[in-house]
């Protein structure tokens, strides 16, 4: 069954450092795409990034990096200099492509960014 | 941003009383989604549709219906609320591109059940 590991619970560090999030997830399906998300103090959810399990390419974007490794099964996210304003709950999410488009989520991780 | 709105956003009702959330999209997307929040326990499905009156449960679905009788509108009904079900309720929607497509969400409906 397809199901997404988020061990991370909370992390905690002080700004301008790095952080990575850990997301694990499994799957018997050989086309699936894996996301993540952010949920800010506010409480919307804002999509940040998808990949899809063709490309292992890692991708930045700006303080913020992706490593996608099929051979562990994880889809790690990156901050690097944090800020106060990543201050957020992270969620994981994975969908398989047989899977009429459910979405499978992992159980979160809250970054807490001291100044 | 996509134009998905949930309504109401805020509601505190009392135990066995019936209640329904409104979602109500502008993007013409097929797939709509209703999750509930907790702590401990991320994003929860409870119901999803893929069309017009196509509906199907998630994996949190007792005590929950659901009806799609318009592209835009997906409605979760509690029939008879209990405690339990006080939570965030999240609406999504998907685009019919596939499952490669990100889902876009409404900001939230904070149901009490008192």
């Known amino acids: 069954a397809q199901k997404v590991t988020q061990a991370q619970t909370e992390i905690s560090v002080v700004e301008k450092e790095d952080v990575t999030l850990d997301c694990v997830y499994e799957t018997r399906d050989t086309t699936y795409y894996l996301f993540w998300y952010k949920q800010p103090p506010s409480g919307e959810l804002v999509f940040l990034i998808r990949?899809?399990?063709?490309d292992e390419q890692n991708e930045i974007s700006g303080r913020y990096s992706w490593n996608f490794q099929k051979s562990t099964s994880s889809f790690n996210f990156t901050i690097t200099a944090s800020q106060v304003v990543d201050s957020a709950v992270y969620f994981c999410a994975l969908s398989e492509q047989d899977s009429n488009y459910q979405l499978i989520w992992g159980a979160g991780t809250k970054l807490i960014i001291k100044p | 941003d996509a134009g998905i709105t949930q309504s109401p956003r805020h509601k505190v009702t009392e135990t066995g009383t019936p209640v329904t959330l409104r979602c109500h999209q502008t993007?013409?997307?097929?797939?709509m989604y209703w999750y509930r929040q907790d702590p401990g326990h991320g994003l929860r499905l409870i119901h999803y549709s893929y069309g017009v009156k196509d509906t199907d449960k998630g994996e949190v679905s007792d005590g929950y219906s659901v009806s799609r009788s318009k592209t835009e509108d997906f409605l979760l009904t509690l029939e008879s609320a209990t405690s339990s079900q006080t939570s965030v309720y999240f609406c999504?929607?998907?685009?019919?591109?596939?499952?490669?497509?990100?889902?876009?969400f409404g900001q939230g409906t904070r149901l009490t059940v008192v």
């Open positions: 990949r899809n399990s063709f």
């Open positions: 993007e013409n997307h097929r797939y």
């Open positions: 999504a929607i998907r685009n019919p591109g596939g499952a490669n497509t990100e889902a876009f």
